[in-house]
C-alpha cells in the first residue's frame, strides 16, 4: 500500500490485484493511517473494489466503522444505489436556531425549569406520542404514491410513524441548549427517521440480497453492500422511500424545535420567533461532479459546497460548530457530519461509568436531563474524537463561522 500525504489529507491506494479490476483511491482527511481502525480501512479497501463506485472514496475526518460502509464516508455511484451506504437512519440530522436571547437572561433556576419541561413534552428513547400526530409528510406521501402500497410491510408503517414523529429517540440523538459566540441562546436537535427509517433500510437491503443472482452481482456477500439499479421499479421505490424518510425525519426536528421554543413561552414567558437551519448526514442524491451525473451517498456525513451552510455537532456538552462549505471536489462536496467515534458504545460504557460522566459535565457546568442513566456511559464526550482536531483536519472542506458551547443537553 503506497501513502502520499496532502496538507492534512492522505491518499490509500491499495495494490492492484491480477485480474485487473479498477481500484479507487481512498482520499482520508485525517493526519496518517494510524488515525484509522482496522476495520473501518477494511470497508473503505472494499469500497475502492466495489464495481460500481467512481472517481473516488472519501473518509471525513470523523470516520470510523460502521455496517458495510465506513459512518463519515462518502461513494459516488452511477447506476445504482446502496441501501447500507446510506444507512439504517435515513435522513439522521441537525436542526439548528439561533434566538436574540442573551443566555445571561436564562438563570440556572429556569435552565432546570426549561429542561424538565421540554422532557416531559418530547417522548425520548423508545417512548413516543401517546396520540397520533399531525404529519404532513406522512398525508403527502400517501397521496403521492399511493402505488407504494405494493410494498405493504413498510406501508403498514406509516401510520406507526405517526406516533413516532416529534419524538427523540436515543442513543447520540439529543436537544442541546446553547451559547453562541455573541452570547446568544441557541437550540440544537440531533435526530432521525426512528422505526420507520430503520424498517424501510432494512426492507430495501434484504430485496438487494435475496435479488444477488437477478442483477448479477459480484460483490461479496460478507461486504454488506448489496446494490438495487437505478432505473427498476425497485431503485425507484428505494428512493421514494429514501426521500420521504428523509422528510420524516427533517420534521420531526421541526416539530421538536417547535416544542422547545413553546416551553420557553409557557415557562419564561419568551417567544421565540426565528428560522430553523436543517441539516442532514445520511441519505444518496444525484448530484453534478466534474461534469457527470452522480449518485452520492453519504453516510455520516453533511453536504459542504460552496458557500453552503452546515452544522457539526460536537459530544456531549462540548462545542458544537455552524459552518460553511468550500466546495472542494476532492470530497464530493463533503464534510464530516460531527466529531466521530473513538470507542464503541459497549467500551465507553464499560470504562466511563454514569458516575464519572455525570460528574465531568457538572465540572464543565452542563446539565444534564436524562430519565435512565445506566448508559450514560455510551456517550461519553471521552468517546468521541475532540471537535477543533476534526475542523483541522478540514480546513479545505469548510470554515467555521459560529461556535457553540453546551449548557444543557437531553439525552434519550
Avoid at 404532513?136 to 410513524?161: F, G, N, T, V
Amino acid at each position: 500500500m503506497e501513502k502520499g500525504r496532502v496538507e492534512n489529507m492522505f491518499t490509500i491506494t491499495p495494490d492492484n490485484n491480477s485480474d485487473k479490476q479498477e481500484v479507487l483511491p481512498i482520499k482520508v482527511w485525517l493526519p496518517d493511517l494510524d488515525w484509522l481502525e482496522e476495520g473501518c480501512l477494511q470497508q473503505a479497501k472494499n469500497l475502492s473494489r466495489y464495481p460500481y463506485a467512481v472517481k473516488r472514496i472519501a473518509l471525513m475526518a470523523d470516520t470510523h466503522q460502521g455496517f458495510g460502509m465506513p459512518i463519515g464516508g462518502v461513494m459516488a455511484t452511477q447506476e445504482v444505489v446502496v441501501p447500507n451506504a446510506v444507512g439504517v437512519d435515513i435522513g439522521c440530522g441537525v436542526a439548528f436556531s439561533e434566538t436574540n436571547i442573551g443566555m445571561k437572561e436564562i438563570s440556572e433556576k429556569l435552565l432546570v425549569k426549561l429542561v424538565k419541561e421540554a422532557m416531559r413534552r418530547i417522548p425520548q428513547g423508545f417512548n413516543h406520542h401517546k396520540s397520533s400526530q399531525n404529519a404532513e409528510c406522512i398525508k403527502q406521501y400517501k397521496k403521492m404514491y399511493p402505488e407504494e402500497k405494493r410494498h405493504s410491510q413498510i406501508w403498514q408503517e406509516l401510520d406507526a410513524a405517526s406516533y413516532q414523529i416529534g419524538t427523540l429517540g436515543g442513543g447520540n440523538h439529543f436537544i442541546e441548549f446553547q451559547e453562541n459566540d455573541k452570547g446568544n441562546l441557541c437550540i440544537m436537535v440531533h435526530s432521525g427517521s426512528r422505526n420507520v427509517g430503520y424498517k424501510i433500510a432494512g426492507y430495501f437491503n434484504k430485496i438487494a440480497c435475496n435479488k444477488r443472482k437477478e442483477w448479477n452481482s459480484t460483490v461479496p456477500e460478507k461486504h454488506a453492500l448489496d446494490f438495487i439499479p437505478i432505473d427498476c421499479d425497485d431503485g425507484r421505490s428505494y428512493l421514494n422511500w429514501m426521500n420521504f424518510a428523509r422528510s420524516f425525519a427533517q420534521e420531526s426536528r421541526k416539530m421538536m424545535m417547535e416544542s422547545v421554543w413553546r416551553v420557553f413561552e409557557n415557562q419564561a414567558g419568551i417567544r421565540i420567533e426565528t428560522s430553523v437551519l436543517d441539516v442532514h448526514h445520511n441519505d444518496v442524491n444525484l448530484e453534478k461532479h466534474e461534469g457527470e451525473m452522480l449518485w452520492v451517498h453519504r453516510k455520516g456525513a453533511i453536504r459542504a459546497g460552496k458557500d453552503e451552510i452546515g452544522i457539526i455537532p460536537g459530544a456531549m456538552g462540548r462545542k458544537s460548530y455552524i459552518v460553511i462549505g468550500l466546495g472542494n471536489s476532492e470530497s464530493f462536496f463533503s464534510c464530516s457530519h460531527g466529531a466521530g467515534r473513538t470507542m464503541s458504545r459497549k467500551q465507553a460504557k464499560k470504562q466511563f461509568d454514569q458516575h464519572t460522566v455525570i460528574r465531568a459535565l457538572q465540572e464543565s457546568h452542563v446539565l444534564l436531563g436524562k430519565n435512565k442513566l445506566h448508559d450514560v456511559g455510551e456517550e461519553a464526550p471521552e468517546a468521541y474524537k475532540d471537535i477543533e482536531f476534526v475542523l483541522r483536519q478540514q480546513q479545505d472542506l469548510l470554515k467555521p463561522l459560529q461556535t457553540l458551547t453546551g449548557k444543557a443537553v437531553i439525552k434519550g
